[in-house]
């Protein structure tokens, strides 16, 4: 779970005023009255009063020209205002603030930093995770370039690695946690909790990438090291975190009882600090359940997170669906559907999605800039609950929302692909859109056999051709998208020495990582090293989608394999045959000069036993049977694969194309047998 602390020090600044000043004088006792009633009113917790107190002094600060001291304080009146809950006046304070701030000051005030810090922040809380980097980005780089103490803008880097997170960019988020690690040995004693915290957020990066051992032993660390904190409160927040993160990773391992147990130890300490459990408390136990299986007390978790959530005033939308969501698919899981579809479509509203927007375009996809892995999660449940329905009550209104739903998910997920830099976030999306990949299969095959038109068999091929070799296809995508982009020369050369040099790096740390000696100083520079080198990239391309249209809108452009054309390509005598494959069951899209047809193969499992025991037989494994034996049971099998695996219409053609899927790579198509006569040519 990812936590802001947000440090608010009201601070009156001191400005020389002549004695025959008398106006300025007065102005400035006037101010600074007010903001000490405004900081009497916060520590009450008068958030209302104590954003008056403060708007009521800005007049009286412009009457002095003082545009460094207005940012300030509109800057505090929007954490003021967002503390109170109260939407309306912060983003105003914030809009005001930039206002002052893009008219009056320069790069050198580090008043403008703050502000970024805050523009990156709202960002944020309304899960557009790009824009918020981009903020984050712009105020760290200024506060270096003031030479300011890093210890001044930490929460800008945990907010940064949060924002890359919450992206998909868990690589990147990794190594900023490693490279500012370093930087806590040495700050002053008062900010020694800034090591257990930051290799807190280290072993909830690792745990994304699944680096589960590594994960619990950074934990561990952190532990040991949050001991020897003297401050309370930094203190036990970060022990909060410790066990959530336990919690976490113990539910990624499928221990769920010490999951349980860890998430207990941190409720216990946020009861120590706050007397009552907040939202996410409930959500963080909810997950685990469900995953486990015990419906009903993730139902009630969720439920109770839900009702917390809801009495805020600022509610993140997107943040509400999770709740929402999570009820709905629990209860989709005791067969209590109409709880579920109801749980759902309120999730899906929301998120503000609707149905016939299946994110084809480019366009269509901007119009949501924080889709993320939610997203997908979400409206996968949705279409595997629509498609239930449809098939118990058959209703083809159902049946379309649910293929319309899954579109929603799978098209998203291509377009996220596009915008991650770092190739184990890609994976983790792949991982997140597989589990959903045989339902929607299955969706697609049924409405194909019900009715064998060539729009029901090209909507089977796209997305079986989606889903095999997805990193490599979005890669070409986009090299095309740039040779065809008339980007200048340079810029192209750029573009390849990034690649070039990012590389480069990645092959020196895995080629150190395998030897004995390891160094270790080294590493950490290199990863270091790529982090910036990808963050800059990351900003070079969004400068050629910004000035380059029609590179940006090519690179985005959805691929889509048309039946057609490849018939075109296909001589008379040659087939192709695309094998693909759901949980259950093994299928070929066959396609030829002038026919197009689905086969559905046989049981994946069965096949698979048939499979090893014939390769068993290839690679003389079983030495045990006589050589006899052997050649009865290696043409029996192979005689029975090629029946199933060959359909009849195939057998008369000259030259068959074969794109294996699943076990199938493993098998040499051309030792299968195709006759009973052992004297013929196969």
């Known amino acids: ?163 890359y997170r919450q992206k998909g960019e868990i690589d990147i988020a990794l190594t900023i946690s490693e490279s500012y690690l370093e930087k806590t040995d040495t700050v002053a004693d008062q900010l020694n909790w800034m090591k257990p915290d930051l290799l807190s957020y280290k072993a909830i990066y690792l745990r994304d990438n699944q680096s589960y051992n590594e994960a619990l032993n950074t934990l561990e660390l952190a532990l040991k090291s949050n001991q020897e904190v003297t401050d309370t409160y930094y203190k036990d927040e970060i022990e909060f975190t410790i066990y959530q993160s336990m919690g976490f990773t113990y539910r990624d391992l499928n221990e769920f009882d010490k999951s349980i147990a860890y998430f207990d130890k941190a409720n216990e300490v946020q009861l120590k600090k706050s007397k009552t459990l907040k939202a996410f408390n409930y959500l963080d136990m909810a997950g685990v359940y469900r995953i486990k299986g015990d419906y009903q007390k993730a139902i009630k978790n969720y439920s109770l997170g839900l009702d917390l959530y809801s009495k805020k005033n600022i509610i993140n939308k997107k943040d509400k669906a999770i709740y929402l969501a999570g009820i709905g698919y629990s209860y989709f899981n005791i067969n209590e559907i109409d709880s579920a579809s109801f749980y759902l479509n309120a999730a899906i509203n929301e998120l503000e999605i609707p149905e016939n927007n299946t994110l084809e375009t480019i366009e269509d996809y901007n119009k949501f800039p924080d889709y993320n892995f939610n997203n997908i999660q979400i409206l996968s449940w949705l279409a595997e609950v629509e498609n239930y329905i449809g098939n118990n009550k058959n209703s083809k209104k159902h049946i379309n929302s649910a293929i319309k739903r899954y579109k929603q998910a799978f098209n998203g997920s291509k377009y996220l692909q596009r915008e991650f830099l770092s190739n184990s976030s890609k994976h983790l999306l792949n991982k997140n859109i597989q589990e959903h990949y045989s339902n929607f299969a299955n969706l697609l095959l049924e409405e194909y056999f019900t009715n064998k038109n060539d729009l029901n068999f090209q909507q089977v091929f796209q ?27 340079d810029l192209l050369i750029r573009e390849s020495e990034y690649n070039i040099k990012i590389n480069e790096l990645k092959t020196r740390v895995n080629r150190n990582k395998s030897t004995e000696t390891k160094e270790t100083k080294a590493i950490q520079d290199w990863k270091t090293q790529i982090t910036e080198l990808t963050r800059e990239y990351n900003k070079f391309q969004k400068m050629l989608e910004r000035d380059y249209p029609k590179y940006y809108k090519s690179k985005f452009t959805l691929s889509k394999t048309a039946t057609v054309a490849l018939q075109n390509k296909l001589a008379t005598n040659t087939t192709y045959l695309n094998y693909f494959s759901t949980d259950d069951a093994l299928y070929c899209a066959l396609i030829g000069k002038k026919k197009t047809e689905i086969i559905k193969l046989g049981d994946l499992k069965e096949l698979k036993k048939d499979i090893d025991s014939f390769l068993s037989l290839v ?58 006569n052992p004297n013929a040519t196969n």
């Not at 320069?106 to 309304?126: F, G, H, R």
């Not at 790009?130 to 001044?152: C, D, M, R, V, W």
């Not at 296809?473 to 980007?487: F, P, T, Y």
Request: glycine residues 2%; aromatic residues 12%.
């Open 1 to 163: 779970m990812f936590k802001l602390i947000y440090i608010v020090i009201f601070a009156i600044s001191l400005f020389s005023v002549h004695a025959q000043e008398i106006d300025s004088v007065l102005l400035r006792s006037e101010i600074d009255s007010l903001i000490q009633q405004s900081n009497d009113h916060y520590a009450k917790g008068d958030y209302a009063q104590s954003a008056n107190s403060r708007l009521n002094a800005i007049p009286s600060i412009r009457k002095l020209s003082n545009w460094k001291e207005i940012v300030s304080e509109l800057n505090l009146i929007f954490h003021i205002c967002y503390a109170d809950d109260d939407l309306l006046r912060s983003e105003s304070a914030l809009d005001s603030a930039k206002y002052y701030s893009d008219k009056y000051l320069t790069k050198n005030d580090i008043e403008t930093y703050y502000l970024l810090s805050n523009l990156a922040y709202n960002a944020y809380s309304k899960a557009n995770y790009p824009k918020a980097i981009s903020f984050y980005e712009q105020s760290i780089s200024g506060f270096k370039h003031l030479n300011t103490p890093f210890t001044n803008y930490y929460n800008n880097v945990l907010s940064l690695m949060g924002s």
């Open 463 to 489: 997305l079986i051709e989606d889903n095999k070799s997805r990193l490599l296809k979005e890669d070409i995508n986009a090299k095309v998208a740039l040779e065809q982009s008339r980007i200048p020369k």
């Open 619 to 676: 690679k003389k494994e079983n030495s045990k049977d006589s050589p006899q034996n052997e050649l009865l049971k290696y043409s029996q099998l192979g005689r029975n694969l090629f029946n199933i695996l060959i359909p009849k219409e195939t057998l008369k053609k000259e030259k068959l194309i074969i794109s294996p899927s699943n076990y199938l790579h493993y098998l040499p198509f051309e030792t299968l047998i195709s006759t009973n």
